[in-house]
């Protein structure tokens, strides 16, 4: 069975989401269907910023994943706290 795979609207919706309760935005580049993700804190200063996430990236779920995962880590390791977040269900996806 073939997993499901995300558009980039998907794995933008998904991305925005994964940094509650600070604020994240992407910017899609339709040439090469990609994106940047970028995070802002409560004082509206830059906390992190990833400048490319390729389709290869993001397509996959569990990949995807596992990138915002490491991202909420670093985060996480600056002493930011975010809220709980896991990677919401996707048909075809088990765990």
Known sequence: MTAQRLSIDEA????E?????????????RD???????????????ALSVAHIARSQYADPKHL???LENARLQLSNDGVQLSAWSLPAQPGITG
């Open 32 to 46: 090469d269907s990609s994106f940047s993700l970028r995070v802002l804190n409560t004082a509206g200063t830059e």
């Open 65 to 67: 994943a596992g990138l």
């Open 17 to 29: 989401m994964a940094f509650l309760p600070l604020h994240a935005t992407t910017q899609a580049d």
């Open 12 to 15: 933008r919706h998904i991305s």
